[in-house]
């Protein structure tokens, strides 16, 4: 096994950065820009490198330029005061530039490929987010784990010999033990390494198109496989498999002929994922404790969702 980049941390002191960012970006599945639980909004526009923060804390808004129109958004809790920090990764260089909530400083990394899947999150249960990616061609994560002080971790979910090979990467908390399992899957099988006991557990979703969303839909603390798919009227179709009773569950909201963006959070901070879809600008949001939807503006066409790039899109 032999990989082909090396790695390289540094950390900076960003003077030019201090306006009123008091927050950045949680890990893939919150975004947090303030500490009153619910998800904040959060945009990444290509067109100019710059991300545009909501807080619903304060009311307040922000912008930060922070990246080129060719980067990758990858926002994450990477210092761990659990705020989400802005941060991209440049394909042409493979270097993360992360600016930290926590003391507006910069943290970089040189690490993976531009071909490779980013995964960042929190493999060692520390509460930061690790730099991390998944690559197609052998099977491999490649982790920089944030506890052992960014020293390389390889690892490779065992598939059934019947099972040509994993196609994708699905991370998630499955197991509810505060540590990110290494998943992947194959068509609608999901394989997924439970990091609190070792076993590799199969679940079949039934979804090999559109996006994988594995995220906590019930409430339980526990991450349920789910997938978000266009249904032939072009509506969109969310499904997920309850960790509670292996039960598939589905629901409509959103539509590909609005140019819709998946964005699902916790916005009413009850512990549930809410359906929710980025429009060109407005937020279209059905709350799990109301069931009374409701839109929101902010942002423009052609703007990012910070939730959107924790989504895995079909190879």
Request: net charge negative.
């Amino acid at each position: 096994m032999k990989f082909t980049n090396y790695l390289s941390i540094k950390i900076f002191s960003v003077c030019f950065l201090v306006l009123t960012l008091a927050a950045g970006a949680a890990a893939y599945g919150k975004i947090n820009l303030d500490y009153d639980g619910r998800a904040d909004l959060l945009v990444f526009r290509p067109s100019n490198g710059t991300w545009y923060g909501y807080r619903t804390e304060t009311g307040s808004n922000f912008a930060v330029r922070w990246g080129l129109a060719t980067d990758k958004p990858v926002p994450a809790d990477y210092d761990g005061d659990g705020i989400t920090d802005i941060a991209v990764f440049r394909p042409e260089t493979s270097v993360w530039y992360v600016l930290k909530s926590s003391n507006g400083q910069m943290l970089t990394a040189v690490w993976g490929l531009a071909t490779d899947k980013l995964v960042p999150a929190d493999y060692d249960g520390d509460g930061m987010a690790d730099f991390a990616v998944w690559r197609y061609g052998d099977n491999v994560w490649y982790v920089l784990t944030s506890s052992s002080g960014y020293n390389p971790r390889y690892f490779i979910v065992p598939i059934p010999s019947d099972i040509p090979r994993a196609t994708d990467p699905v991370p998630a908390d499955y197991d509810g033990d505060g540590k990110t399992d290494f998943a992947v899957r194959f068509l609608s099988a999901w394989f997924i390494y439970q990091s609190e006991t070792g076993i590799v557990r199969r679940v079949d979703l039934g979804c090999d198109i559109g996006m994988f969303a594995p995220l906590d839909f019930t409430g339980d603390g526990y991450a349920d496989p789910g997938c978000i798919y266009m249904l032939p009227d072009v509506r969109y179709q969310w499904k997920f498999k309850a960790s509670q009773d292996n039960q598939i569950n589905a629901f409509v909201w959103g539509a590909g002929f609005y140019n819709d963006l998946p964005a699902p959070d916790d916005y009413d901070n009850d512990g549930v994922i809410d359906y929710a879809v980025y429009r060109n600008g407005e937020w279209w949001i059905y709350p799990s404790n109301t069931l009374h939807p409701y839109v929101v503006n902010f942002g423009v066409g052609g703007d990012l969702p910070a939730q959107y790039a924790g989504l895995k899109p079909v190879s």
